[in-house]
C-alpha cells in the first residue's frame, strides 16, 4: 500500500526517494571511473579559464622540453628561421666542429643542436645557436670552463655566462650554449643577448655549483679562470675530476689545483702516484728544510715547480710554477683555507 501526499507532508514518497538514491550512486559510481580512467581532472573542472590557459608553473615539467623545442622558442623579435635544424651525435660531431670534437667526447657529450637566426630585413646578417646537450651539468661545465676565452667578458645573465666580440658562451644545466654571429655589430650581440635571456627564462636550469670550488680561496683568485678537467688533468690518467684556477700575487701568475678522493688513503694513494708519475719524466724532487706545510712534495719539472700535499681526502698543490718561492706561497695559502674549512 503506498502512502498518500496527504499522508506525506513533504510531498516526496517513497518511489521517489528511491529513484534519487539509485540516481546518486549511478552518478558516484560514474565518477569514480571516470577518475580512475584519467578522464575527470578536477582542477580542470574547477578552474578558471585565465587558469586554464596559463598553468601554475608548479605543474611546469622543468627540463622536459626536447632541444629543438628550446632552440625554437628562444627567436629575437625581429630576426626569422634560416634553414633547417641539424642533430649531430657523436659519430657525426667532428662533421659540424672538426678538430675539437674530442673534447666534448670525452666531458660526456649526447648531442649537439643547431639553429640559425637571421635579420628579417638582411638574411646577410645571422647567428648560429649551438646547443650542446652533455648528458650532466659537471659535463657542461667542463666544456664551458675549458674552452673559455681569454678575451672573454662576463655577462650578468647568470653565473656562467660570458661574451666576446662576435659570440655569447653559456652553461645552463646539463647544456653549454654558444651563440656565434656573422660579424660583430650592435644588432646581432644585442639578438644573441636577448636570445639567451629566453634561453634562461623560459628554460631555467637547476641550480649548479662544484663542492670543490669551496677549498679554492677567493684572494688573488683570478675570476673565470676555473677549468674542469675530467679526465687526464696535466697529461697524467689519474687525474679525474680536476679543478684548477690561476692565482696572481706579486705580478707573478700560478695555477693551484684541487681534487678529491674518497675512502681511506685515496688522496694520498693518488699524491704518491703523481709523483712517480713526474719523477718518470725526468723530473726532480727537492726538499725544504722545514716545510709548512705537513707532507709538502716538490718535484722540479725542469725548471717547472710542482708542489702538492695531502689534506684528509683532498689532494692539492700548484701546478708548473716558474717561481719556487712564490709558489710556496701559494700552497701555504692553499693548505691554510682548506684547514680553516676542518677538512683535515
Same mark, same amino acid.
Not at 142 to 156: E, H, L, P
Not at 180 to 194: H, I, R
Given at each position: 500500500?503506498?502512502?498518500?501526499?496527504? /499522508?506525506?507532508?513533504?510531498?516526496?514518497?517513497?518511489?521517489?526517494?528511491?529513484?534519487?538514491?539509485?540516481?546518486?550512486?549511478?552518478?558516484?559510481?560514474?565518477?569514480?571511473?571516470?577518475?580512475? /580512467?584519467?578522464?575527470?581532472?578536477?582542477?580542470?573542472?574547477?578552474?578558471?579559464?585565465?587558469?586554464?590557459?596559463?598553468?601554475?608553473?608548479?605543474?611546469?615539467?622543468?627540463?622536459?622540453?626536447? &632541444?629543438?623545442?628550446?632552440?625554437?622558442?628562444? /627567436?629575437? &623579435?625581429?630576426?626569422?628561421?634560416?634553414?633547417?635544424?641539424?642533430?649531430?651525435?657523436?659519430?657525426?660531431?667532428?662533421?659540424?666542429?672538426?678538430?675539437?670534437?674530442?673534447?666534448?667526447?670525452?666531458?660526456?657529450?649526447?648531442?649537439?643542436?643547431?639553429?640559425?637566426?637571421?635579420?628579417?630585413?638582411?638574411? %646577410?646578417?645571422?647567428?648560429? $645557436?649551438?646547443?650542446?646537450?652533455?648528458?650532466?651539468?659537471?659535463?657542461?661545465?667542463?666544456?664551458?670552463?675549458?674552452?673559455?676565452?681569454?678575451?672573454?667578458?662576463?655577462?650578468?645573465?647568470? &653565473?656562467?655566462?660570458?661574451?666576446? #666580440?662576435?659570440?655569447?658562451?653559456?652553461?645552463?644545466?646539463?647544456?653549454?650554449? #654558444?651563440?656565434?654571429?656573422?660579424?660583430?655589430?650592435? $644588432?646581432?650581440?644585442?639578438? *644573441?643577448?636577448?636570445?639567451?635571456?629566453?634561453?634562461?627564462?623560459?628554460?631555467?636550469?637547476?641550480?649548479?655549483?662544484?663542492?670543490?670550488?669551496?677549498?679554492?680561496?677567493?684572494?688573488?683568485?683570478?675570476?673565470?679562470?676555473?677549468?674542469?678537467?675530467?679526465?687526464?688533468?696535466?697529461?697524467?690518467?689519474?687525474?679525474?675530476?680536476?679543478?684548477?684556477?690561476?692565482?696572481?700575487?706579486?705580478?707573478?701568475? *700560478?695555477?693551484?689545483?684541487?681534487?678529491?678522493?674518497?675512502? %681511506?688513503?685515496?688522496?694520498?694513494?693518488?699524491?704518491? #702516484?703523481?709523483?712517480?708519475?713526474?719523477?718518470?719524466?725526468?723530473?726532480?724532487?727537492?726538499?725544504?728544510?722545514?716545510?709548512?706545510?705537513?707532507?709538502?712534495?716538490?718535484?722540479?719539472?725542469?725548471?717547472?715547480?710542482?708542489?702538492?700535499?695531502?689534506?684528509?681526502?683532498?689532494?692539492?698543490?700548484?701546478?708548473?710554477?716558474?717561481?719556487?718561492?712564490?709558489?710556496?706561497?701559494? $700552497?701555504?695559502?692553499?693548505?691554510?683555507?682548506?684547514?680553516?674549512?676542518?677538512?683535515?
Amino acid at each position: 500500500m503506498t502512502m498518500s501526499n496527504k /499522508q506525506n507532508p513533504g510531498g516526496v514518497n517513497a518511489e521517489t526517494l528511491c529513484s534519487i538514491a539509485i540516481l546518486f550512486a549511478l552518478a558516484t559510481i560514474a565518477g569514480a571511473f571516470l577518475l580512475v /580512467q584519467g578522464g575527470f581532472n578536477r582542477d580542470s573542472l574547477f578552474a578558471t579559464e585565465s587558469q586554464k590557459r596559463f598553468p601554475a608553473p608548479a605543474t611546469i615539467k622543468r627540463g622536459g622540453e626536447s &632541444p629543438a623545442e628550446i632552440l625554437h622558442n628562444i /627567436q629575437s &623579435p625581429g630576426f626569422k628561421l634560416s634553414g633547417a635544424a641539424e642533430t649531430f651525435n657523436a659519430e657525426t660531431l667532428s662533421n659540424k666542429i672538426d678538430g675539437r670534437a674530442d673534447l666534448y667526447l670525452e666531458c660526456g657529450f649526447v648531442r649537439l643542436d643547431t639553429l640559425r637566426f637571421a635579420k628579417e630585413n638582411d638574411p %646577410a646578417g645571422w647567428f648560429e $645557436v649551438f646547443l650542446y646537450d652533455m648528458g650532466a651539468p659537471e659535463n657542461a661545465f667542463a666544456v664551458y670552463s675549458i674552452q673559455r676565452r681569454k678575451d672573454g667578458r662576463d655577462a650578468t645573465l647568470a &653565473p656562467f655566462v660570458y661574451t666576446v #666580440e662576435n659570440a655569447i658562451f653559456l652553461m645552463h644545466g646539463k647544456y653549454y650554449t #654558444e651563440m656565434v654571429a656573422s660579424e660583430a655589430s650592435d $644588432v646581432l650581440n644585442e639578438a *644573441m643577448m636577448t636570445s639567451s635571456q629566453n634561453l634562461l627564462q623560459k628554460h631555467p636550469p637547476e641550480a649548479f655549483s662544484l663542492p670543490e670550488m669551496s677549498l679554492l680561496p677567493e684572494d688573488a683568485r683570478l675570476k673565470g679562470s676555473e677549468k674542469l678537467f675530467l679526465k687526464n688533468a696535466f697529461g697524467f690518467e689519474k687525474f679525474s675530476r680536476v679543478l684548477t684556477a690561476i692565482y696572481r700575487q706579486n705580478e707573478k701568475e *700560478m695555477m693551484a689545483f684541487v681534487t678529491t678522493r674518497r675512502g %681511506a688513503g685515496g688522496a694520498r694513494a693518488l699524491a704518491e #702516484e703523481y709523483r712517480r708519475f713526474l719523477v718518470s719524466l725526468g723530473g726532480e724532487e727537492r726538499k725544504v728544510a722545514e716545510p709548512a706545510v705537513p707532507g709538502l712534495i716538490i718535484i722540479d719539472m725542469t725548471g717547472d715547480i710542482e708542489v702538492f700535499f695531502c689534506a684528509g681526502d683532498i689532494l692539492a698543490g700548484i701546478h708548473a710554477a716558474r717561481d719556487k718561492d712564490a709558489a710556496l706561497v701559494l $700552497v701555504w695559502k692553499l693548505y691554510t683555507h682548506i684547514t680553516t674549512l676542518g677538512r683535515i
